[in-house]
């Protein structure tokens, strides 16, 4: 009921108690929803047409009317409660009845309804047709039997500030003259009564809790029209608006309400959009029904800065960042701080203890008594083989030099760390200190699961970006609900005013993707944040659409084009330097016919641009062989602090699609200049080795050099010459004179050879030392023309060959051996890229599971997991079990090398003691920063050798960055760790992007073959597949189709619609396994490694572009008709 200025005939007669009847049956059937000016009600109604309470108080002078409580209680649905009043069904009390005028409404509009029974277009019940009688005249004209009364409100439900400002507890701040109380008439009161026993009985049978009827204020409401008509004798039709903005603001001084009520104009906060007024909350199971009272969840209030600080610091509440690690649906997330709590995580329960934190943010936390957190299973001890890597902890410069040289920190080979170089101050003068840095380290146990409750933003390290689809239609609503393309973050709200701009939205809401952003606050009355769409991403279901809503929803906010700035420092042409200036840098001058000659090709895939490595090889007799790793000197071409390489960090990596690549660099670079490609001299960084045949290093050098390659190989051409069945004719020597041309392919051949021959000694040790293959096939489309957006005509699995591990090997050697020369002599601020072992407990089901086949998985050290993997490899379902290995392993990672105090910089599929990414700098940033790190270590590893040449003693000899050319490049550790987490977060984001590609390509091929099959009349297209159980959760599984290396869920009640299994699968939580009902009596029990034929089609009537997995019935022998009682 909304008070309005309705334009009443003043013609229209005499009321007859039949319509006096009917609006009285409406107003008590209608929930109350205040709607903005100009909205659409959810009858469909605009509010300047006639509305029932308007017409009654234009007709009769009114009093308030209070419903009272023993009639019944209404329907509920879209019924809004009195700020400070305890929802029904909340444990805390019955409300009060509801005042319905605008200083007890909500402060802004609330999401749309559905229509219910007896709103407009309904037919109302009939009645006699007869004058209104004179007790129905006396009870509108008078007050109520039952006026409200003040409710005790508790402390969690406080009153809101508006109400607390007008002195009441939810009630009406308008003033009323006390009259005389009197009955309430039987006729009234029998119609009032039927309606909400009706009401009273569809709550009944849909399982809705009952809330009461509002007190009806209609004194209110002629109070608000006598101000309306008084305004427009005063202002004319054309102040209308006007008049609404300036009563809104006539409510806000008189009545005390902060907000402006219903005519609140928008209030714009700085970037960060529109804050649009507040509209009550709305449940998370639907996305066009509001909540009733009884559904609402009021978050608790956040507490403030100084309260977490002081909580923090006397160790009431714990500091930690989110992380949601599947959906925000979930009912569970943890709160983390590897650092400060040992490795502990904090439970946090439900949406309510979760209060409105995001993924990623960092938080404060209260945790719960003792007795409320949860008992977890024993952690069965990991027994890692210590001697299987070697863990190098890098101690501090100032903690070394206070112990023995002999006990000084140590590479892997016994090398001691220069500790000439001075600690760097942090050049972030403008950074605010930690007031937590000295916070006490709370003492939380690992016998436990510890639960808490959020209580504070500390700060907000969510993505506010967000690609996202509207779950309905905008029609007649006034908030519009959005699901986000990542499923760690809640549907999302905004306002229908936000879609005015974008008309195609407005049209056909449901069909287009947006961008939004989100809104900064997310108020605590509301249960979905609220966002502002940013611009509309186009049509749903276009490919370059549903590829741009990949990229952005992965981080990649960025075409492959860069800004006037960063491309003004890029030369115009590869700047070479003189025989002097070669002289003068250093750097070695390895084209053909120089001193230092080499003979180099790359080995890439056949339609790679972005050549950033190459090598050599000549055999130098004897057994010994010179082999150089040569890799694009990029660092040259990106000054450092520049806009050019400010973007690059922002971007971190190139993102690599099905169709196409965003590049971290411009095409300039990545294509042209740093590219190793066969056209011109290039300059690059080299890692050069003389060894033996087995791989033994003998000597090794590293520097800048300049060189030009002879041959770009394709992966093919490679494997060709390892099988002895290479043609000349598939390679282009175009580049390469005639008379040279036979010479050529002879070199070619003989690097590859003995490349090959070394690379597979060198693979053969590191696997017996306990390295792992884990290489899984990848999907490849084949099209008819690579660079159009048409869908694909097939696709096939890419599998690894020797070429590829041929430079595999090589690039990993380099990269670990340039990780020791930068912590030799830059120990503290060098990137590690390190990885964890796997805790043992992940791999339980797997074990399990193969245990039950007779095979055994052993997981305590890298050596031994890869044994068990070899033994195993010949099963006709490794695809799938080295998918799941890959899923219980820990994500690798970038780190500062001085963050081995807390963890161990060693790589354990790798099986090395330390590493880093130095080969790959066109489309890694870390890599950019490994080769900056690795010039200032040469140039330091130089000066201290010179100095030691010239008798200064090793105590004596301190470098500062200013000592050495380009001491400039090195950065202290908290930024060097601050650029090792975005490399992180950007390298995940990636590769997700990069899976989503595959998917939606996918689709796509299979969205041709089905319109390709009904353009001919034929049947739905499908394809058959081998699937694989790899996890069973509470309302899902997971299956792996091993012929397309895709994962995929499924959901147990899914049965009724793409599946053919009856009613919703049972999940045996203590055994991992699950039982499927293919038939009545007849089930089927499945744990992890059950294997299934699947059928894979396009799924044409999604909203999305999608395919369907169905799962095939097995045979019915191997079904039984009877099931464990945990199972049933």
């Keep these: 009921l909304q008070p309005r200025k309705v334009t009443v005939k003043e013609n229209q007669g ?37 509305n029932v309470m308007d017409m009654l108080a234009k007709a009769v002078s ?70 209104m009688s004179s007790d129905v005249v006396s009870i509108l004209k008078g007050r109520a039997s039952h006026p409200a009364q003040p409710h005790s409100v508790s402390p969690q439900s406080a009153p809101h500030p508006a109400d607390r400002q007008t002195g009441g507890k939810g009630h009406s701040a308008f003033p009323h003259t006390p009259s005389e109380e009197k009955p309430m008439s039987d006729n009234v009161l029998s119609i009032l009564k039927g309606v909400s026993e009706k009401k009273a009985q569809n709550q009944k049978q849909a399982g809705t809790p009952s809330v009461p009827t509002p007190t009806i204020h209609a004194q209110a409401v002629h109070q608000h029209q006598h101000q309306h008509q008084q305004h427009h004798q005063h202002h004319g039709h054309k102040g209308h608006e006007a008049h609404h903005a300036h009563h809104g603001q006539h409510h806000q001084g008189h009545h005390g309400n902060q907000h402006g009520g219903m005519y609140q104009p928008l209030q714009h906060q700085g970037n960060h959009g529109p804050k649009w007024p507040e509209s009550p909350a709305t449940p998370a199971d639907s996305a066009l029904t509001p909540s009733t009272p009884a559904q609402r969840e009021s978050f608790t209030p956040y507490i403030t800065r100084e309260e977490a600080i002081e909580g923090v610091m006397s160790g009431k509440y714990v500091r930690g960042t989110v992380a949601i690690n599947k959906k925000y649906s979930s009912a569970i997330c943890f ?97 605010e200190e930690d007031p937590l840095a000295d916070a006490p380290k709370p003492n939380l146990s690992k016998d436990m699961l510890i639960t808490g409750r959020i209580v504070h933003i500390w700060k907000q390290d969510h993505q506010t970006k967000h690609v996202a689809r509207a779950l309905g239609p ?84 960025y075409t492959d084009e ?191 050879k003995g490349l090959w021959k070394i690379a597979e000694h060198i693979r053969a040790a590191r696997h017996a030392r306990g ?24 696709w096939h699995m890419h599998e690894t060959a020797e070429a590829n591990w041929l430079v595999e090997e090589f690039m990993v050697l380099a990269n670990a051996r340039v990780t020791e020369k930068c912590i030799e002599y830059c120990p503290e601020v060098s990137l590690a890229r390190y990885h964890s072992p796997p805790d043992a407990s992940r791999f339980e089901s797997l074990i399990k599971a193969l245990g039950e086949q007779g095979l055994k998985l052993n997981v305590g050290s890298g050596k031994a997991l890869s044994t068990s993997l070899d033994n195993i490899s010949k099963h006709p379902q490794i695809e799938a079990i080295r998918a799941l290995t890959i899923r219980c392993m820990m994500l690798a990672k970038y ?116 319109k390709r099959w009904e353009a001919d009349g034929r049947t739905e297209y499908k394809e058959r597949h081998k699937a694989t159980l790899t996890k069973v959760q509470e309302k899902s599984f997971n299956i792996f ?21 009856l009613g919703t699968n049972k999940k045996n939580a203590k055994q991992g396994s699950m039982c499927i009902q293919w038939e009545e009596g007849l089930f089927e029990e499945a744990s992890v490694l059950h294997r299934w034929d699947v059928l894979v089609w396009y799924k044409k009537e999604s909203k999305n572009l999608d395919f369907v997995c169905q799962i095939c019935p097995p045979d019915r022998s191997e079904l039984v008709g009877e099931v464990g009682a945990d199972l049933a």
């Design 14 to 50: 005499k009321i007859h108690e039949k319509s006096v009847m009917s609006m009285v049956r409406q107003a008590a059937e209608s929930p109350v929803t205040p709607i903005a000016h100009g909205a659409h009600t959810p009858t469909g109604r605009r509010d300047d047409e006639p």
């Design 771 to 794: 390295a792992l293959s884990l290489n899984q096939a990848k999907m490849y489309f084949d099209f008819e023309d690579y660079n159009s957006n048409m869908a694909p005509k097939g």
């Design 335 to 431: 709160v983390r701080n590897a650092k400060q709590w040992n490795d502990v995580d904090i439970l946090i329960e439900g949406k309510t203890d979760r209060n409105r934190a995001f993924n990623g943010d960092v938080v404060i936390v209260e945790i719960k008594p003792e007795e409320e957190w949860k008992s977890k299973d024993k952690e069965k001890p990991t027994n890692h083989d210590a001697a299987a890597v070697t863990s190098v902890h890098i101690r501090s410069r100032e903690e070394d030099m206070k112990l023995p040289k002999d006990q000084r920190s140590k590479l892997p080979d016994n090398r001691p760390v220069c500790r000439a170089l001075a600690v760097l101050q942090s050049r972030n003068k403008q950074a």
């Design 895 to 1010: 780190c500062c090398t001085s963050e081995s105090a807390d963890h161990s910089l060693s790589h354990f599929a790798l099986n090395l003691p330390l590493y880093t990414h130095f080969t790959s700098p066109i489309r890694r940033y870390a890599d950019l920063v490994v080769h900056r790190v690795l010039k200032v270590a040469l140039e330091i590893e130089a000066l201290v050798k010179r100095k030691l040449r010239e008798g200064v003693a090793e105590e004596d000899i301190v470098v500062t960055p200013d000592d050495v050319p380009s001491g400039y490049l090195l950065l202290p550790e908290a930024d060097v760790t601050e650029i090792a987490l975005r490399c992180n977060t950007r390298k995940e984001e990636a590769r997700k992007a990069s899976d989503q590609s595959i998917v939606l390509y996918y689709c796509l091929y299979l969205q041709s073959l089905y």
């Design 62 to 131: 009114l009093s308030p009317i209070t419903v009272p409580e023993n009639t019944g209680a209404g329907r509920g649905r879209g019924v809004v409660s009195n700020r400070g009043s305890a929802p029904s069904g909340n444990g805390r009390g019955q409300p009060p009845p509801v005042s319905v005028f605008p200083d007890s409404f909500p402060t802004a509009p609330p999401t749309a309804q559905p229509r219910a029974e007896g709103r407009r277009g309904h037919p109302s019940p009939p009645s006699d047709d007869k004058p």
């Design 562 to 752: 860069f800004d006037e700035e960063c491309m003004k420092v890029i030369p115009d042409k590869v700047p070479i330097p003189s025989e002097a200036e070669l002289l003068k840098e250093g750097r070695r001058d390895m084209r053909l016919g120089a001193k230092h000659e080499r003979f180099v090709c790359t080995i890439d895939p056949a339609t790679a641009r972005d050549l950033d490595d190459a090598l050599s090889c000549h055999d130098l007799g004897g057994g010994h062989y010179r082999v150089s790793v040569h890799i694009a000197d990029v660092c040259t071409f990106v000054p450092f602090g520049s806009a050019l390489d400010q973007e690059a960090l922002k971007r971190a990596t190139s993102v690599y699609l099905v169709q196409k690549v965003i590049p971290m660099l411009p095409r300039k670079l990545c294509e042209e200049h740093c590219s190793l490609n066969t056209l011109g001299d290039k300059l690059a960084f080299t890692v050069e080795w003389v060894m033996d045949a087995k791989g033994n290093i003998t000597s090794e050098w590293m520097g800048q050099t300049v060189i030009r390659n002879q041959c770009k190989l394709a992966y093919e051409n490679a494997q060709s010459i390892i099988d002895g069945n290479f043609d000349p004719n598939s390679i282009d020597l175009a580049h390469i004179s005639p008379s040279r041309r036979a010479w050529t392919v002879e070199r070619i051949k003989e690097s590859v």
């Design 1041 to 1061: 189709v091993e012929s397309l290396g895709l994962d995929r869920e499924l959901f147990h009640d899914n049965g009724h619609k793409d599946q053919r299994w």
């Design 474 to 557: 905008a029609e007649r609503k006034t908030w519009i609900r959005f699901a986000s393309y990542d499923d760690k973050y809640p549907h999302i709200e905004v306002h229908r005013n936000d879609l005015k701009e974008f008309q195609p939205l407005l049209e056909n809401t449901e069909g287009f993707l947006v961008y939004l952003e989100l809104m900064r606050e997310w108020g605590d009355k509301r249960f979905f944040p609220q966002a502002r769409i940013l611009k509309l991403l186009g049509a749903a279901d276009q490919v370059e659409v549903e590829s741009r809503a990949i990229l952005v929803q992965n981080g990649t906010d």
